[in-house]
Structures are given as structure tokens and as C-alpha cells.
T-cell receptor, first 112, second 112 residues
Framework: GQQLNQSPQSMFIQEGEDVSMNCTSS?????WLWYKQDPGEGPVLLIA?????ELTSNGRLTAQFGITRKDSFLNISASIPSDVGIYFC????????????FGQGTTLQVKP | NAGVMQNPRHLVRRRGQEARLRCSPM?????VYWYRQLPEEGLKFMVY????????ESGMPKERFSAEFPKEGPSILRIQQVVRGDSAAYFC??????????FGSGTQLSVL
């Protein structure tokens, strides 16, 4: 089946630094979504992307849908301690059944 | 405007018992999805339902697991004769027509 490869697996950065993480696939995805999960909670939607090449921002977060439709990245600028958590990319594949496929997640830790 | 509601938050069962997990979608949403998450892993798709219909159950184990979304009432994920390997966090998500999935806080199932 379709899979998403997310990297890096984990990051440990200083407060104020910028962060970048990405997601790739060997097959085409029709949509890309980025979620954040805090411990003991469900994922919360950060950004949704629907068109190849689309660049969307949400506050300090920026995400892009790759031109080839096989990748996406998420940038976080000027990180703060509350950015700590696990970030997941997710996408709807070509089957279009509504099923959302998730990457393995990037664990972000921010040092004050 | 309540989000996706899942209960119970924590469920403890002994091997061989049945587990019933409930999910009430966001108001106006008619699509429900169930995902399973093991510690330090991403979310794995289990099943996608619309009112009274199973649309995609490709992620459901063939035995012991079933799901329903009746015309009235919450969606139910039912696990019969639980085993230790069923211990995980189970998340429900709902969506409307725009394919953005919104997740509940999950049910942590522990099998003793």
C-alpha cells in the first residue's frame, strides 16, 4: 500500500531556532495535511494542502505541497517551548476513499 | 460546538473480555474513521464509515474487530476476546465533505 516516509525522526533544538521537517512518498497523494500531537491527546490539524505547489501559512508555520505531489514540508519559525510535540504528515492517496495515511512522526523538543 | 468525543478515555480489560469504544463525531459530520496507535508510532488506519455503511475496512483485523455507525447514536468499535496485543490508543476522527479530519482525544485500551 501507499506509505509516507517522514524525516527527521526527532529533533532537539534551541528556543528561537527555525525547524524544518519533510515527508516523501513513492506514489502520488491528492492532499497533504500536517498534524501535531501532544502526549495523551489526539492529533490536531495544523495545515491542509490541496494543490500541487501550494504554499500555506498558519502563524509561524508554513507548509508546501510538492510539485510532483509526492512530497511536502513543514517549517516552524522562531520556535517556542509550546511547539514541543510530535508532528505527523498525512495524505489522501489516489484511491480517494477518504482514508488518511500517516507518516511515522517527527518528535520535536525545544530547549528554553 | 463540541469536537469529536470519545469515551471512555481509558479502558482496562482482562484477556478474553470484550472492549467497546464509542465515538460521537463533530456536529454536521457524517464520515467517521478509526485509527490505532502503538507507542512511538504513527496512526494506522482501521476503518472508514458513513452513516450505516462501512466504506473501507482494509485496516481492520479479520477476526474479533468490528465497527458500526448507526443512524442514531455514536460509532462503536468493538473488540471481542481481547488479547494483550490489542493494547493501544484508539482514535476516532470525523469529517464533512472537505476531507479535513478532526480527531478525538482517543481511548487508551489496556489489556491485562
Amino acid at each position: 500500500g501507499q506509505q509516507l516516509n517522514q524525516s527527521p525522526q526527532s529533533m532537539f533544538i534551541q528556543e528561537g531556532e527555525d525547524v524544518s521537517m519533510n515527508c516523501t512518498s513513492s506514489s502520488i497523494f491528492n492532499t497533504w495535511l500536517w498534524y501535531k500531537q501532544d502526549p495523551g491527546e489526539g492529533p490536531v490539524l495544523l495545515i491542509a494542502l490541496y494543490k500541487a505547489g501550494e504554499l500555506t501559512s498558519n502563524g509561524r508555520l508554513t507548509a508546501q505541497f510538492g510539485i510532483t505531489r509526492k512530497d511536502s514540508f513543514l517549517n516552524i519559525s522562531a520556535s517556542i517551548p509550546s511547539d514541543v510535540g510530535i508532528y505527523f504528515c498525512a495524505g489522501h492517496g489516489s484511491s480517494n476513499t477518504g482514508k488518511l495515511i500517516f507518516g511515522q512522526g517527527t518528535t520535536l523538543q525545544v530547549k528554553p | 460546538n463540541a469536537g469529536v468525543m470519545q469515551n471512555p478515555r481509558h479502558l482496562v480489560r482482562r484477556r478474553g473480555q470484550e472492549a467497546r469504544l464509542r465515538c460521537s463525531p463533530m456536529k454536521g459530520h457524517s464520515h467517521v474513521y478509526w485509527y490505532r496507535q502503538l507507542p512511538e508510532e504513527g496512526l494506522k488506519f482501521m476503518v472508514y464509515l458513513q452513516k450505516e455503511n462501512i466504506i473501507d475496512e482494509s485496516g481492520m483485523p479479520k477476526e474479533r474487530f468490528s465497527a458500526e455507525f448507526p443512524k442514531e447514536g455514536p460509532s462503536i468499535l468493538r473488540i471481542q476476546q481481547v488479547v494483550r496485543g490489542d493494547s493501544a490508543a484508539y482514535f476516532c476522527a470525523s469529517s464533512g465533505a472537505n476531507e479535513k479530519l478532526f480527531f478525538g482525544s482517543g481511548t487508551q485500551l489496556s489489556v491485562l
